[in-house]
């Protein structure tokens, strides 16, 4: 069967846990300045639990599913019940599931996030099953597609990443790909390697700072080294400020769609699976791209969880202004 994309990465079961009594406290102890913290001991009420799926191979995914693209995903969950709900839900956003894999060595990946309101959140992580996904189990001679994306790949799962690449690139399939931190830390040479082979290059700017070894803050740098490491598009999502892309010779920005937001989880994932969808159906148009990676996101983000959200092929969606300028002039890409 010929797929529009197939996408790698984690499949996971979410489970969201909301109470009051969850409490925000600042403090110099913790990577971000704040913790959420429980009373040690004592037993808390849970004002809202709910359960989902996640993990970015299925939900951008789902997201591609829903522009209306062939999409399967390849991917690996546990021999259990929340293994056959993650398969259950992808197969009601007609993801095709041949090329998920069981385990027993593992269960499947599981996330509890833990939240007081919409921002104020922490998300505990197990990575489970997903990250015993190895060579041998993926359908090599099955894999007949237009694009493949890479989600993030966690743990030896990373190892993955250049023969998947090489894959693609021998069969005339377009990569696009979203690299997590096991990956961002792969061997200079190796990541070197893939990079160049990469069609469209999806980062966020904690993702571009780590990648380019430029300080955050330093926007102008991290285009300038993205553009010499990447012979493809670059793009930069920012959080609240926007989106940046690249082609090496135009710079593209543009801000978000503010709306009402009910939970910001799988911002990144939404806006991944829209760029890309739009960067194919508006025939390699980055601003269009941009439109509709920044629609489909806000879109998420006003449902609880990844999938809820998502644009469909057919819905209405306001299109964001996107301001193209030369690189001559912004001297924030220097591709040669």
């Known amino acids: 069967m010929k797929f529009d994309i197939i996408t ?4 996971t079961r979410d489970i969201f846990l909301r109470s009051d009594d969850f409490l925000v406290v600042g403090q110099k102890k913790f990577v971000t300045g704040k913790g959420l913290c429980l009373s040690l001991g004592s037993k808390i009420d849970i004002d809202e639990i709910h359960f989902l799926t996640g993990g970015g191979g299925t939900n951008t995914a789902a997201g591609f599913s829903n ?10 969950v546990g021999e259990e019940a929340a293994g056959e709900e993650i398969i259950k839900e992808l197969k009601s956003f007609k993801v095709n599931t041949d090329f998920i894999l069981k385990t027993r060595k593992k269960p499947t990946n599981y996330s509890v996030i833990l939240s007081s309101g919409i921002r104020e959140r ?3 992580t197990y990575r489970g ?8 189990d993926i359908p090599w001679l099955k894999l007949d597609s237009k694009w ?4 993030p790949l966690s743990g030896e799962m990373s190892n993955l990443s250049e023969k998947i690449v090489n894959f693609a690139k021998r069969k005339g399939i377009k990569v696009a790909m979203n690299p997590g931190s096991s990956q961002l830390s792969l061997p200079k040479e190796t990541l070197g390697r893939i990079l160049r082979k990469v069609d469209v290059l999806l980062l966020n700017q904690e993702e571009a700072a780590i990648l380019t070894k430029i300080p955050y803050e330093n926007e102008i740098g991290i285009f300038k080294k993205l553009d010499e490491m990447v012979h493809g598009i670059c793009v930069m999502t920012k959080g609240p400020k926007g989106a940046v892309a690249s082609d090496g010779e135009s710079l593209y920005s543009a801000d978000i769609l503010k709306v009402k937001a009910f939970d910001w989880t799988g911002a990144g994932d939404s806006f991944a699976s829209g760029f890309l969808s739009g960067f194919i159906r508006f025939k390699g148009s980055i601003e269009g791209a941009m439109q509709l990676g920044i629609a489909n996101s806000a879109s998420c983000l006003t449902e609880l969880g990844a999938k ?17 300028e030369s690189c001559l002039l912004t001297g924030k890409c220097k591709r040669k």
């Open 148 to 151: 493949i994306y890479l989600a």
């Open 308 to 324: 809820k959200g998502l644009l469909k092929k057919n819905d209405k969606w306001k299109r964001v202004k996107v301001l193209k």
């Open 122 to 124: 922490t998300i505990l």
């Open 129 to 136: 099953a997903s990250g015993e996904l190895t060579d041998k």
């Open 67 to 76: 522009q209306g693209f062939k999409t399967a995903f390849c991917g690996m």
């Open 8 to 11: 790698f990465g984690s499949a």
